[in-house]
């Protein structure tokens, strides 16, 4: 059961126009919500975070919008740039308690690509 | 500088035989993570320890052992039970159950 889904495998966009990568999740339990960037070879990184309490989170060119009502949230990069080339994963936590507190469900990522 | 070491970045390993992947970590983290990636899966949790002597499977522990006897370390065994071990494993750290996680560099297994 994928409780976190990026249902667009690629997105390929140009150097300065915006990047817009979306993510849909199923459990009503997830409170944090956030998004990861990865180069090959190498372990994510931390990008940007949401809380379920926000609609809205921006830090610099990346902005994450939260629509609690859908379960979807995207992560919008104003303007892009080719070194934002990357493989982005949206993850969540599950508020549940008990074992499974602070426990992340990845979704599958989505590869970027920002041509010059 | 703080951070998380895996090792090795690649490894071979032969049909039938257990290997053990090693993570170790110097941010005084609480919590780790073992993940398993896919091509089109994404990461796949396959064990975490949220406190040292302690630890629960995750969503795809079948084959796989772990131990947290220091804070520090979390080796991940892959055992002959796993079907298909090929993939990309990632190791990760975080502050008690906090939701910023801390990955190593991974450790691309194949086997041969």
């Known amino acids: 059961d994928q409780q976190v889904k990026q249902n667009s495998p690629s997105l390929s966009v140009q150097e300065g126009r915006i990047s817009i990568l979306n993510c849909d999740y199923t459990?009503?339990?997830?409170?944090?919500f956030l998004w990861y960037k990865k180069y090959p070879a190498e372990g994510p990184t931390f990008l940007i975070s949401i809380s379920s309490i926000k609609d809205k989170n921006e830090d610099g060119r990346f902005t994450v919008f939260l629509n609690k009502s859908a379960k979807h949230l995207s992560l919008h990069i104003v303007p892009s740039q080719p070194g934002d080339s990357a493989v982005y994963f949206c993850?969540?936590?599950?508020?549940?308690?008990?074992?499974?507190?602070?426990?992340?469900?990845f979704g599958q990522g989505t590869i970027l690509t920002v041509h010059p | 500088d703080g951070g998380i070491t895996q090792s090795p970045k690649y490894l071979f390993r032969k049909e039938g035989q257990n290997v053990t992947l090693s993570c170790e970590q110097n941010?005084?983290?609480?919590?780790m993570y073992w993940y398993r990636q896919d091509p089109g899966q994404g990461l796949r949790l396959i064990y975490y320890?949220?406190?040292?002597?302690?630890?629960q499977k995750g969503d795809i522990a079948e084959g796989y052992s772990v131990s947290r006897e220091k804070k520090e370390s979390f080796p991940l065994t892959v055992t002959s039970a796993q079907k298909n071990p090929t993939a990309f494993y990632l190791c990760?750290?975080?502050?008690?159950?906090?939701?910023?996680?801390?990955f190593g560099s991974g450790t691309r297994l194949t086997v041969v």
């Open positions: 941010l005084n983290h609480d919590a």
């Open positions: 993850a969540a936590r599950n508020n549940a308690g008990g074992t499974s507190y602070g426990k992340l469900t």
């Open positions: 459990n009503s339990m997830f409170d944090y």
């Open positions: 990760a750290s975080s502050i008690g159950t906090g939701i910023i996680y801390t």
């Open positions: 320890s949220q406190i040292v002597n302690d630890f």
